[in-house]
């Protein structure tokens, strides 16, 4: 995938995401908004362990992968993972009323 139709992808994802919050602050219902909230948090460490993936993917393809790669990936994949877990725990908590 070139950085054009990945740019145009996640400027799709973005505009979708925020059209629905604005939908629901205009209809009085804040959990679209609240939920733009933890997206926006738990997005970027998923999308770094993503990215590293990817440039371990793209070595492995042309022959250049190596293991220092892998195991930052596999470890960016890790705390994701917990980063997101906790945001989702927090969260869960938030709404238990």
């Given amino acids: 995938m070139s950085i054009s139709k990945w740019f145009c992808c996640l400027t799709m994802m973005i505009i979708a995401t925020v059209s629905s919050a604005v939908s629901a602050a205009q209809t009085g ?3 679209s908004d609240q939920m733009l909230w933890v997206f926006l948090l738990a997005a970027p460490p998923v ?3 993503g990215n590293k993936w990817w440039r371990w993917g793209m070595g492995f393809r042309f022959g250049n992968a190596n293991g220092t790669v892998f195991l930052s990936a596999l470890k960016w994949s890790l705390i994701a993972t ?3 877990a906790i945001v989702m725990g927090l969260v869960w908590l938030m709404h238990q009323k």
């Fill in 82 to 84: 917990a980063w997101v």
């Fill in 29 to 31: 219902n804040g959990t």
């Fill in 47 to 49: 999308a770094y362990a």
